[in-house]
């Protein structure tokens, strides 16, 4: 992209923010940005030539620089997406995982009893799909 300014607007974009890739993918020139830009936005500052320069050489080649920062613009927003995405799908396998182990081990019964000094028996499984809780009472025979 910032090859693309350089060759067909003679623009040096290396250390520019991101509202100055969008004036020169706006703005034919920087004297159109400085006429016309500011009609909008007084309080914008004029660009000179210390700041930056471009002119570019055709409206299709403005429109292919337009065209091209806003594509990766969009790139570059979903594939920060995705990695939320794709935190959010390990945080789940691993949470998963532990119930499935904590289920296949018997592990994720809680007990609320003591056998010796008591008949009944309470479990819960907080991780089951039908959240049960059961109470055993023993009875001797």
Not at 30 to 49: I, K, M, Q
Not at 88 to 104: L, M
Request: a neutral charge.
């Amino acid at each position: 992209m910032v090859r693309i300014a350089a060759d067909k607007a003679g623009a040096t974009l290396e250390g520019k923010d991101d509202e100055f890739f969008d004036w020169v993918g706006f703005y034919n020139s920087f004297e159109d940005f400085n006429a016309l830009g500011r009609v909008s936005d007084p309080d914008r500052p004029y660009v000179t030539s210390e700041i930056g320069r471009w002119q570019w050489a055709s409206e299709t080649d403005r429109e292919s620089f337009r065209e091209f920062k806003n594509s990766s613009r969009t790139a570059f927003t979903r594939a920060n997406f995705m990695i939320v995405v794709a935190i959010g799908n390990r945080i789940i396998s691993v949470i998963d995982a532990i119930r499935d182990a904590k289920r296949y081990n018997g592990g994720d019964k809680i007990d609320i009893s003591d056998k010796k000094s008591y008949n009944y028996k309470f479990a819960f499984d907080p991780l089951s799909t039908n959240r049960q809780f059961s109470m055993t009472l023993y009875t001797p025979f």
